[in-house]
């Protein structure tokens, strides 16, 4: 991280095409994560005012978007470097993933999750609904423990998205929001995000339902692999730049 901070710090020209380029990859894997397979095209159209869109695909192109802004407010967070990334984060991340459901949600921003769903992507055993926001707060009050800041910030990182997850407070957006709060917590140390990859899927489901260290060691890998994606989406950026310009 070191290295590739110093390189970037020498082209920051390029930090513009980089971080678009790097969150469409982080859209993407994520999506993949919960199954949902998303095309360049689809991405580009969603994310780019420029593009007019198919309104049949709207829902899905307000999903995107949603994910996007998600992905900034955290940016916007770290540089203010004022954020708390407990319970606060929680009520404000979560309704951007929410959007289309805000108006109904306005008085309570979380608005978890009454019962057990019976049909869901994840299989590993998850809070009952009376013991939720409990332990959400328990996650919010450790995330400000001296423990957590003594921590490792991968362990950190790995263990609050575990936490989280394990809590599953919503039906929808439970797995991009814990992901997200993950990354958040990364790139607030000074990392980049750890993208887990599709291909990763089902192991990242299986390392769900055992203690969180086999998390930590998919999201060190996660993390190794988007340092080299980075390094190669830098290189790229730059051609570009230089494309351009000739």
């Not at 490792?152 to 809590?167: D, G, T, V």
Request: glycine share 4%; net charge positive; aromatic share 10%.
């Amino acid at each position: 991280m070191a290295a590739f901070r110093e390189r970037l710090a020498q082209r920051e020209y390029v930090l513009g095409e980089f971080n678009e380029r790097l969150d469409f990859s982080w859209i993407y894997h994520d999506n993949a994560l919960e199954g949902v397979v998303l095309s360049f095209h689809e991405l580009k159209a969603a994310i780019d005012k420029n593009i007019i869109s198919d309104a049949s695909l709207i829902p899905a192109y307000m999903d995107i978007n949603n994910h996007k802004l998600a992905i900034e407010f955290v940016r916007d967070c770290v540089a203010r470097r004022k954020t708390n990334f407990g319970l606060d984060f929680l009520k404000k991340v979560y309704p951007i993933f929410n959007a289309e459901e805000n108006a109904a949600s306005a008085r309570n921003p979380l608005q978890y999750r009454k019962d057990n769903p019976l049909h869901r992507l994840y299989f590993h055993e998850i809070a009952p609904p009376e013991k939720i926001s409990y332990r959400v707060r328990k996650l919010a009050d450790w995330l400000g423990s001296e423990e957590a800041r003594k921590t490792h910030p991968i362990k950190r990182a790995a263990k609050a998205h575990f936490r989280l997850i394990s809590i599953y407070p919503w039906p929808k957006h439970s797995g991009k929001v814990a992901r997200l709060l993950m990354n958040a917590l990364l790139i607030k140390d000074g990392y980049l995000p750890a993208i887990i990859h599709a291909i990763e899927r089902q192991r990242y489901y299986e390392v769900l339902r055992a203690p969180h260290a086999g998390l930590t060691t998919l999201l060190t890998e996660s993390l190794d692999g988007t340092i080299d994606a980075a390094h190669r989406l830098l290189d790229e950026a730059e051609q570009a730049v230089v494309r351009a310009a000739s």
